[in-house]
């Protein structure tokens, strides 16, 4: 029988198993993220018996079955975080939950946030020039764009700008025209956030929408009549908006003869529109490439017939018509660049080459596109290609980058709490603090280090030394640090990806962490020797497959348990052996087994198991789902 399954304990090779591992009582417990799940249409024929820690066959057994009502696994998704799996993977975070079979006293330390009250001075350069600027547009020799929360204008050629909104909240996305004489933009001048109109030279807006769900300012009609709008006004999931024409004096809103959108551009007579369906102008994270990135199609207004555009899994945003051809947006060839598909032939040519920061925020009037790039903007003339950056000077009193003093205690990301419960060392907005448990304690900033930021800290099993991770040589590296402060040892110099959390082994030799590069590594404190444990990289139609976030170690340090996905995108429970660099496979990707640690004395390893078919309706999202997959299995 394949490992994945459940079998009762038996003796073999004349030793006999230790006693059956204990119940884990019911009651409240930590919940693991749902994935897709997958089942089988009949159970898998026997095979034979795999063996485990010293020879001995492995046996897995059920450890608890305890359920949860329909009615609490709603409870519990309404109250989990608004991010996305995929934002929190963008910062390294682990998005399932763990289960943990050995935790540390931490009674005394319930207040210890609350500790992290000291202030200290947030020092950021000023500079003359412009930079950051957002979502430009181009008519004519004009350039608006939105910078600290106002609309400005400024030259095609660059400049002196000039501020034409100055409302405290924050005026976005705006468009010009098509005679230059209007710009509609996108505001919260009465709250909600709502399409505003107001002459391109400055002046008062007049609200276009009043949409309950918002809506944000996409473009014109090429006459010039309507302006076209996104809202999420009539939808059932707050991720698919749907396009509006909104009329320029304000009547009721129009909606597009198409499911959904994101964003859209209008062929030169108006009788075609190329639009995003689905997905995100600019992602969080790099090279998403899920269900819900962001493809390319063709609509007919006259045919009212359908066309994809795009075949590329992976971002296509920003269609811009230009003439018979297309300009987007993509990262098909690692980092975001302009693109031009002619829409006859479709043949595809890159048009700008940047190979480290991507081209963000695009808009075209037809004949130059400008685009933000490493927070300037630039000017392409579609007909030549010539691509200029242009200067800007934006007169202000910068008040948003002037010095200023904060409560680190409102920034805290991360916490790691020594096993005696005396320290613990909190990541408040890229520094590492000591807060000790005793209330009349000194905090003690370790880093202090303006300009860069360390993050996902981890404490020693002896609470003498700390490592983590940090960008002060201009990618993350990891490094470690006695608790006391002082020099930083580099234990990696390398590291091209972004890393996971890292985990010391229990006897402080050694620490464990993983990257975005699908990689497992295992660095020793001492000689910094960086051996990598395991690979993860699947490919399917092009789309990658999850990164190893899912480790722990051994007690005595000789074993590393983890998950890797399998192509048919389940997770396998796998162990390494650090003496001899060999790996083990606990268990076969039938089920979808995850959070792999070992009890306290090394004699069982215990994972969650998705094998629990309990289809529900889930009227929120109209859908069949499965209210309780998840066991708790012990092997």
């Known amino acids: 029988m394949t490992a994945g399954h459940a079998r009762s304990p038996a003796a073999g090779n004349g030793r006999p198993l230790p006693p059956a591992p204990p119940a884990i009582p019911a009651g409240p417990r930590r919940r693991p993220q749902p994935r897709q799940s997958h089942w089988p249409a009949c159970a898998p024929a026997e095979t034979g018996r795999p063996t485990g820690f010293g020879g001995r066959p492995r046996s897995v057994v059920p450890v608890t079955g305890r359920s949860y009502t329909y009615g609490e696994k709603c409870q519990l998704a309404a109250s989990k975080s608004d991010r996305s799996k995929f934002e929190r993977r963008r910062e390294g975070e682990t998005v399932r939950h763990r289960m943990t079979c050995q935790r540390p006293s931490v009674s005394a330390l319930r207040s210890l946030v609350s500790l992290l009250a000291v202030l200290y001075v947030v020092a950021t350069a000023h500079g003359g020039e412009a930079r950051f600027m957002q979502y430009p547009d181009i008519h004519g020799d004009r350039i608006v764009f939105s910078y600290e929360n106002d609309l400005w204008i400024v030259p095609a050629g660059g400049g002196a700008a000039r501020r034409i909104t100055s409302f405290p909240g924050k005026e976005s996305m705006p468009r010009f025209s098509p005679d230059g004489k209007w710009i509609a933009f996108t505001a919260s001048y009465e709250g909600a956030s709502d399409a505003y109109l107001m002459p391109a030279e400055g002046g008062e807006p007049k609200r276009l929408t009043y949409s309950p769900g918002g809506a944000q300012v996409l473009g014109w009609t090429p006459d010039g009549t309507r302006v076209a709008v996104r809202s999420f006004m009539e939808t059932f999931i707050s991720r698919d908006p749907n396009l509006y024409f909104v009329s320029r004096d304000g009547s009721a809103p129009e ?142 009193d910068r008040w948003q980058i002037r010095n200023r003093v904060i409560n680190p205690r409102d920034y805290v990301h991360g916490v790691d709490v020594a096993s005696d419960g005396s320290r613990a060392v909190v990541e408040a907005r890229g ?35 700390l490592v983590f991770f940090s960008d002060r040589s201009g990618s993350y590296q990891l490094y470690v640090q006695s608790v006391e402060g002082g020099d930083w040892t580099a234990l990696t110099t390398s590291l091209a990806h972004t890393p996971y959390r890292p985990a010391w082994s229990p006897d402080g030799r050694k620490v464990l962490f993983g990257t975005k590069e699908f990689a497992l590594l295992v660095v020793d404190v001492e000689s910094k ?30 074993w590393v348990c983890y998950t890797t996905v399998a192509p048919n995108r389940n997770s396998r429970v796998s162990l390494y052996s650090v003496e001899t660099k060999q790996q083990v496979p606990l268990t076969d990707d039938f089920f979808d087994n995850l959070n792999p640690c070992f009890d306290a004395n090394g004699e069982y390893l215990y994972y969650l198991s998705s094998r629990n078919f309990d289809v529900q309706m889930d009227f929120y999202e109209d859908n069949h789902v499965i209210a309780n997959p998840y066991q708790v299995m012990a092997v």
Request: net charge negative; glycine share 6%.
């Open 431 to 465: 520094d590492l603090f000591s807060v000790p448990a005793d209330r009349n304690g000194q905090t003690r900033n370790l880093s202090d280090t303006p300009g860069t930021r360390e993050r996902l800290v981890a404490l020693s099993p002896d609470g003498n030394r």
């Open 529 to 558: 020797e960086v051996v990598t444990i395991a690979r993860s990289h699947q490919l399917k139609n092009d789309q990658f497959y999850w990164e190893i976030d899912d480790y722990s170690w051994s007690p005595d340090s000789k």
């Open 255 to 396: 909606r597009f003869p198409i499911d959904r959108g994101v964003l859209c551009s209008f062929s030169p007579d108006g009788t075609r529109m190329l639009y995003c369906r689905k997905g995100r102008e600019e992602y969080q994270w790099k090279r998403y490439k899920g269900g819900h990135f962001c493809d390319i199609w063709l609509y007919d207004f006259t045919t009212r017939a359908f066309s994809p555009v795009s075949d590329y899994v992976g971002k296509n945003a920003y269609p811009m018509w230009v003439g018979d051809r297309m300009f987007f947006v993509s990262d098909r060839d690692g980092v975001s660049n302009l693109y031009v598909q002619d829409l006859a032939t479709k043949a595809i040519t890159r048009v700008t080459h940047y190979d480290a920061l991507d081209v963000m925020m695009p808009d075209t009037d037809g004949q130059r596109i400008v685009y933000v790039q490493d927070g300037y903007l630039h000017v392409l003339n579609c007909a030549d290609g010539r691509d200029e950056k242009i200067a800007i000077d934006a007169p202000s």
